[in-house]
Structures are given as structure tokens and as C-alpha cells.
């Protein structure tokens, strides 16, 4: 199946399930703001959003351009964890989600590995980068990075510089809450969305 017919079928599959969903309450146990106006306004990835609660259409709220496909996924499978996601601070690795061992080298092509070869040791260039999400420190590695995606949804970014030996290396970690809401694909998605913008 073609790539577009694909995230055309999830998202209408998504916007199926949705309905009924009372979404009031479902955005506070989310951590996103309740709807106003016909409209749930968000940050993702570091841009303001807007979905609509009739359509689920979802928009930048700057020029109400719609989002790539594959946000609007991540965003309407997160609408439709049952769940409260709050943040546990306990951080798991990639590997450790359902499947994650074997899509793990792909999970690594797709994200860290791009970040340690476009940055190397130049940690001043990375910093500037991330000026392009929602982040704070975290004291991981030679540079740790708490990166906001949407909601209560974050990951960590670890940041080994190198040496004569190794070469700089980029770790992605989860909340372990993260669990509940995504699977392996929709976590490789997330952080490579992240490592991408980066770039």
C-alpha cells in the first residue's frame, strides 16, 4: 500500500474511533488543553497547533496550513489513549517497547545515528537547534536534552561527545508512560520527527 494511502486510512480510522470520545476530559488526563470553541489549540514538536474537535482536521494555528500526515497519527492516536499519561521520570531505551529489539537498528538509521554524524563534537550547534522545540536540561551524558513532543509526551535526548576512539554518539530515551499510548512504530516515528528537525 502506498505511503499516503496508508496515513490516509489511520487517520480515518482514528477519526472513527474518536467519536464519542468525550474529549474534555480526555485532554485533561492528556495533558492538553481542553477544547474551545470547536478547537483544541497545542504545542507539537515545537509549533502551535490547532484540531479541530468536528473534522479532526489539524492545522498550524500561524497559517492554518494542514500538518504532515504522520503528526496528525501521532496526534489522533494519542487522543485515543483511554489512559492518563503523566510523566513517571523513569526513562527506557527504544529496545524496550513491544518489538523494539528487532526494529532497532531501523529505529537507529531513522534518528540518532543522523544526529551524531550531522553534529559530531559541536555540541554550540546542536543547542541552537533546539531552539526549535520546547526543551530544558537534563544532566545525562556530555549534553542531556528534555524535549517537549505534545501533551505529556517528552523524550531525552543523551548526547556522548567523541574521542580518538569513539565517535559521538546520540541516545533517545523515553518515559516510561510513554508505554501506554505508543507502539514501536509510533515511537520511532516520534523521535525521528525530533532527530529530523534537528538536522
Known sequence: MPKDTAY???????????????????????????????????????????????????????????????????????????????????????????????????????STAPLAQRFGNDLGCLRQNLSRFDWEPAALGDFGARIHAYGNLHVTLVYHLGDDEFPAEAKILFDTSAKRVLDAEEAAVLAGRICIGLL
Open 8 to 110: 490516509q486510512t489511520a487517520i480515518s480510522r482514528a477519526i472513527a474511533d474518536l467519536e464519542g470520545v468525550e474529549l474534555s476530559g480526555r485532554c485533561r488526563d492528556l495533558g492538553l488543553p481542553e477544547p474551545s470553541a470547536g478547537l483544541i489549540h497545542f504545542r507539537m514538536f515545537g509549533n502551535d497547533g490547532a484540531l479541530d474537535t468536528k473534522t479532526f482536521a489539524l492545522t498550524t494555528r500561524q497559517d492554518s496550513r494542514p500538518v504532515k500526515p504522520a503528526d496528525q497519527i501521532l496526534l489522533l492516536h494519542y487522543l485515543l489513549c483511554s489512559l492518563p499519561i503523566e510523566p513517571t521520570d523513569e526513562l527506557i531505551a527504544f529496545r524496550e517497547f513491544p518489538a523494539g529489539q528487532f526494529y532497532l537498528q531501523a529505529f537507529q538509521s531513522r
